[in-house]
């Protein structure tokens, strides 16, 4: 027993090599700054940004989404998953303990049972047998292969927690963007609606008119062509109205059905759009932050693949009580005990090894491929995001100005054919042109409102941890710093 605790400890103590590459965070070539102070892109990343619409309704869609989404949820399953594939994988590192037992009544031929020369001892036939034990096996990490596949299958608990939170940080956005999107189909509506109840009137007006010969019938007509131009456009803006309501509630976890409104599009407050981004803030991204994680979990199974060129280590050992006699099962005669250690290694493989190697070099090179590439599109989304905000706004000023003159333009027309001074055709030139005109703000006040959204998802950012918090509590999910620290950092420090 003394030497074999020798050999267990000498053993514990060479297991802390481990084969392979120890992870070392990759250099990527990275924008100090994108091109809009710091100070106010993080405090702008660290808020509920949604609430700085001053839309209340909103922010109780959201609370709602994220309470009851149900990707959000799948999400959390899939970390609890997760969680226990950690748990599978590291009980190997300690000691397994079992037990076991039996109890045999047999008879055998009084052949074998009494050999020749022998035929006067009395051996009793049938026979019973009772056995009792406890059992220990331990296979010692001397190369690291268990220590790398829990490395791994860290990392990749820890992956899976990003990607929830990349749900919820698409989940947010998806529900804001519709909503604006819902503000300005109403707006769409109310717009056209209202446009259609001048033209009724115009063509009410003409009738009479064209009764009693005092317009020509083209003109009727022309009048009515332009009351169902936009009678025919209302019920496709009410379709999508109804569609966006659907595909809102589903994101709420609702059954299809109308969703409640709050202000009116052109009354809800725009955050301001935070400058001077650091290119550190994109770190926070789920998706990046997910990418560098299954790259710390592919490089660790490089070592756990290599690890299989060396001989396995194992120590086992049982105590118990056996005897013939039930009676006597646990006096100290029936004790037995055992202890043994045994290795094995591969001699010959036919290559089964190599290609197990093979395939965790070309998984990691492959992830790290895909972490360079999901970085580079981050700075895209950012600089896309920004700079699309910033063209929004530019088009939808030039096309306030623009339904401005031709309101203007309208109203000089209406009162030039009433006095007499031009044709009809000069009224419905000007009103043609003013109709779509709106719609397009409208549909601008959207856009832009649904551009900031883009540059907060694009940024990721703190904001993420207090969306995670409005989420309901899943009793497996790592605290994200956690994540970061032991994974990221650590092995980005060695």
């Given at each position: 027993m003394r030497r074999l605790s020798v050999v267990a400890v000498t053993a514990f103590l060479l297991a802390g090599c481990m084969i392979g590459p120890n992870y070392r965070r990759p250099a990527v070539d990275t924008p100090q700054s994108f091109r809009f102070e710091e100070k106010e892109a993080r405090d702008t990343t660290n808020t509920d940004w949604w609430k700085q619409f001053d839309a209340p309704v909103l922010d109780s869609l959201i609370a709602e989404a994220l309470a009851n989404n149900r990707s959000v949820q799948i999400a959390a399953a899939n970390i609890e998953q997760a969680a226990g594939v950690l748990m599978q994988t590291r009980a190997p590192l300690f000691p397994q303990i079992g037990y076991g037992g039996s109890?045999?009544?047999?008879?055998?031929s009084w052949s074998d049972v009494v050999p020749l020369g022998l035929?006067?001892?009395t051996i009793p036939n049938p026979s019973s047998s009772f056995e009792l034990f406890a059992g220990t096996n331990w296979e010692i990490d001397l190369w690291g292969r268990v220590r790398r596949l829990t490395e791994s299958a860290q990392a990749n608990l820890c992956a899976t927690e990003e990607a929830r939170r990349g749900v919820i940080l698409s989940l947010v956005a998806a529900v804001a963007t519709s909503y604006f999107q819902l503000l300005s189909l109403d707006d769409q509506l109310a717009i056209s609606q209202r446009t259609l109840a001048a033209y009724e009137t115009n063509v009410k007006l003409f009738e009479l008119k064209f009764i009693h010969g005092q317009v020509s019938a083209m003109i009727l007509e022309q009048a009515k062509s332009q009351y169902?131009?936009?009678?025919?456009?209302?019920?496709p803006i009410k379709s999508r109205i109804v569609q966006t309501e659907n595909g809102l509630s589903i994101l709420l976890a609702r059954n299809p059905g109308p969703i409640e409104r709050g202000k009116l599009l052109p009354v809800l407050g725009a955050p301001a759009v935070p400058s001077g981004l650091p290119?550190?803030?994109l770190e926070r991204r789920p998706d990046l932050a997910q990418a560098e994680l299954n790259l710390i979990a592919a490089n660790a199974q490089i070592g756990a693949a290599r690890a299989?060129?060396?001989?396995?280590i194992s120590l086992t050992g049982a105590v118990g009580t056996a005897s013939s006699d039930l009676s006597n099962l646990f006096t100290g005669p029936a004790r037995i005990w055992?202890?043994?250690g045994s290795f094995t290694g591969p001699i010959f493989t036919a290559g089964a090894i190599a290609g197990q190697v093979r395939q965790a070099e070309a998984a990691r090179k492959a992830a790290l491929l895909f972490y360079q590439n999901a970085i580079q599109s981050g700075f895209r989304d950012v600089e896309n995001a920004l700079s699309s905000h910033a063209q929004l706004l530019d088009q939808l000023k030039a096309q306030g100005r623009l339904v401005t003159a031709l309101r203007k333009y309208a109203f000089l027309a209406r009162k030039l054919y009433d006095g007499g001074y031009t044709s009809y055709l000069t009224v419905l030139y000007a009103e043609e042109q003013l109709y779509p005109a709106e719609l397009a703000y409208a549909q601008l006040q959207g856009s832009t409102l649904a551009s900031l959204v883009n540059i907060y998802q694009?940024?990721?950012?703190?904001?993420?941890?207090r969306a995670d918090k409005l989420t309901a509590p899943q009793p497996f999910v790592t605290p994200h710093v956690y994540c970061v620290n032991s994974l990221t950092q650590e092995k980005t420090d060695k």
């Open positions: 109890a045999v009544r047999e008879r055998q035929q006067g001892l169902e131009t936009v009678a025919a456009a209302i019920p290119s550190q803030l299989l060129y060396f001989p396995t055992s202890y043994a694009a940024m990721g950012g703190g904001w993420v941890c």
